[in-house]
């Protein structure tokens, strides 16, 4: 199978996503019930994510689905994650999610997939 310039967004836009919020694939994976070693495949590009995933992808960094498709995204990326930044700016609070523990990055990720299920 070829890969077209889509895909090749889409790779690079979910790399830049997860890394922009401080996540590692491990954390993406267990939020979007997966393996692990299947959101690597979807950032290099070996499988491509559903749409379905898009949308949860979409709803875990709070952007909506077009970004995975928008081209104009990486280049805009600093801008994104400097608005990223001031949205979690809380004095004494860690500034990404990076910075907490496994287990509070875990507690985020569930209480986000719940409030999604409940919307």
Request: charged residues 30%; proline residues 2%.
């Amino acid at each position: 199978m070829s890969r077209n310039r889509s895909q090749d967004g889409i790779q690079e836009t979910l790399k830049l996503l997860r890394t922009i919020s401080g996540l590692v694939q491990e954390d993406v994976a267990d939020y979007l019930g997966i393996a692990r070693s299947t959101y690597t495949y979807y950032e290099t590009g070996k499988t491509s994510p559903s749409i379905y995933m898009l949308y949860e992808l979409a709803k875990l960094y709070n952007v909506t689905i077009d970004v995975f498709f928008n081209h104009d995204f990486q280049e805009n990326a600093q801008e994104y994650a400097k608005q990223q930044r001031k949205s979690r700016r809380i004095v004494g609070a860690p500034q990404k999610l990076g910075d907490l523990t496994k287990e509070e990055k875990n507690i985020v990720l569930k209480m986000r997939k719940e409030r999604q299920r409940r919307i």
